[in-house]
């Protein structure tokens, strides 16, 4: 039986299985959404009427004075009868409609220390935002795990995917570095996230830096190369920290986006492994020491928790808006 769920005028059928962001989505009506796993708290909303069940929510990104309060995680509850929410931001936004994927495995490349692109390949096309991401499902485990693309919009039935292995991971260990091959069927859903550039007509083409942590490199990729296309002499400044040069990836490939758009410029920086051949320490400092000022610039960050702190620290050092900074932090499935 599927329940009705409401937000102002906008009205969603929620079916049991669903939870309210899904429900939400799915009907291309936009929710506040980023880890979808409970742990960052953007898609709170207020439960005005009805009742719902919170499921995993975890304690500390939703309190029992807060569920007591009639606050809950959308991406964790379900509602138990026809519900009424509030806290949606503009209600009046759509967004591209998540839904069921069905992708085969096309290509499976190491690219770097303990790290994969995978590519898989799509029937239909997926309408996303450059910086979006799509859910996998672990085959029989009934896990999903977060994935984001590497992609630009225009790339829409090939999506691309940088992934590295957690040791013991039930996604890595145990599929995608373990029996994945070419060929496979993978069952997942997309698009998801709120990590992307705004629409080109309110996008002023201004400055940018972009720091990735790893494979927080990913989504950097399609957003940067989505800013160029629309505003090919904007500044670009794209670092990604790493430990060593074997975790380093794709550097041909932003040797020719440097190419192709001489504003852009591409700086590795390692932390452990030194060599001389490239900058030492971490991106955020070599941000600060690059950067005089950040005022009218955007910041963009991916990748661990304290990289992603940091920068936003660094950003704030260096005057740059915080409306400005847009972030998406990288957490295990096991936080």
Same mark, same amino acid.
């Not at 994927?101 to 029937?123: M, P, Q, Y």
């Not at 590795?268 to 490239?278: F, G, I, N, R």
């Given at each position: 039986?599927?329940?009705?769920?409401?937000?102002?005028?906008?009205?969603?059928?929620?079916?049991?299985?669903?939870?309210?962001?899904?429900?939400?989505?799915?009907?291309?009506?936009?929710?506040?959404?980023?880890?979808?796993?409970?742990?960052?708290?953007?898609?709170?909303?207020?439960?005005?009427?009805?009742?719902?069940?919170?499921?995993?929510?975890?304690?500390?990104?939703?309190?029992?004075?807060?569920?007591?309060?009639?606050?809950?995680?959308?991406?964790?509850?379900?509602?138990?009868?026809?519900?009424?929410?509030?806290?949606?931001?503009?209600?009046?936004?759509?967004?591209?409609?998540?839904?069921?994927?069905?992708?085969?495995?096309?290509?499976?490349?190491?690219?770097?220390?303990?790290?994969?692109?995978?590519?898989?390949?799509?029937?239909?096309?997926?309408?996303?935002?450059?910086?979006?991401?799509?859910?996998?499902?672990?085959?029989?485990?009934?896990?999903?795990?977060?994935?984001?693309?590497?992609?630009?919009?225009?790339?829409?039935?090939?999506?691309?995917?940088? !992934?590295?292995? /957690?040791?013991? &991971?039930?996604?890595?260990? #145990? $599929? %995608?570095? =373990?029996?994945?091959?070419?060929?496979?069927?993978?069952?997942?859903?997309?698009?998801?996230?709120?990590?992307?550039?705004?629409?080109?007509?309110?996008?002023?083409?201004?400055?940018?830096?972009?720091?990735?942590?790893?494979?927080?490199?990913?989504?950097?990729?399609?957003?940067?190369?989505?800013?160029?296309?629309?505003?090919?002499?904007?500044?670009?400044?794209?670092?990604?920290?790493?430990?060593?040069?074997?975790?380093?990836?794709?550097?041909?490939?932003?040797?020719?986006?440097?190419?192709?758009?001489?504003?852009?410029?591409?700086?590795?920086?390692?932390?452990?492994?030194?060599?001389?051949?490239?900058?030492?320490?971490?991106?955020?400092?070599?941000? !600060?020491?690059? /950067?005089?000022? &950040?005022?009218?610039?955007? #910041? $963009? %960050?991916? =990748?661990?928790?304290?990289?992603?702190?940091?920068?936003?620290?660094?950003?704030?050092?260096?005057?740059?808006?915080?409306?400005?900074?847009?972030?998406?932090?990288?957490?295990?499935?096991?936080?």
């Amino acid at each position: 039986m599927a329940f009705s769920v409401s937000a102002g005028e906008r009205r969603v059928e929620c079916a049991p299985e669903m939870t309210l962001l899904q429900a939400f989505l799915r009907a291309g009506v936009w929710l506040p959404n980023s880890c979808n796993q409970g742990t960052c708290g953007t898609c709170k909303l207020q439960v005005v009427s009805g009742e719902v069940d919170h499921g995993a929510s975890p304690a500390d990104t939703l309190t029992e004075e807060e569920r007591a309060a009639g606050l809950a995680l959308a991406c964790q509850a379900r509602p138990r009868t026809d519900t009424e929410v509030s806290g949606l931001g503009d209600a009046a936004r759509t967004t591209h409609a998540l839904r069921d994927l069905t992708a085969t495995v096309l290509a499976i490349e190491d690219v770097a220390r303990d790290t994969r692109r995978i590519l898989l390949g799509l029937a239909e096309p997926l309408a996303f935002e450059a910086g979006q991401y799509v859910e996998l499902v672990v085959p029989g485990s009934g896990a999903r795990r977060q994935y984001s693309l590497a992609n630009t919009a225009e790339e829409d039935k090939v999506l691309e995917l940088h !992934v590295r292995r /957690v040791p013991g &991971g039930v996604a890595t260990d #145990g $599929w %995608l570095f =373990g029996g994945l091959a070419v060929g496979d069927v993978v069952e997942a859903a997309g698009p998801l996230g709120d990590f992307h550039l705004p629409p080109e007509a309110e996008d002023d083409g201004g400055p940018m830096v972009l720091i990735g942590g790893g494979t927080g490199l990913a989504p950097l990729v399609g957003i940067a190369r989505t800013a160029l296309a629309r505003h090919p002499d904007r500044g670009v400044l794209l670092y990604h920290g790493v430990r060593g040069t074997a975790d380093l990836y794709d550097l041909d490939r932003f040797a020719e986006i440097a190419r192709e758009y001489p504003s852009f410029r591409f700086v590795p920086v390692l932390s452990d492994e030194p060599d001389p051949a490239y900058r030492s320490g971490f991106p955020t400092d070599a941000f !600060v020491e690059d /950067v005089a000022s &950040g005022r009218g610039w955007s #910041g $963009w %960050l991916c =990748g661990p928790p304290p990289m992603v702190e940091a920068g936003v620290r660094a950003f704030k050092r260096r005057r740059m808006s915080p409306r400005h900074i847009h972030r998406e932090k990288f957490t295990p499935a096991s936080a």
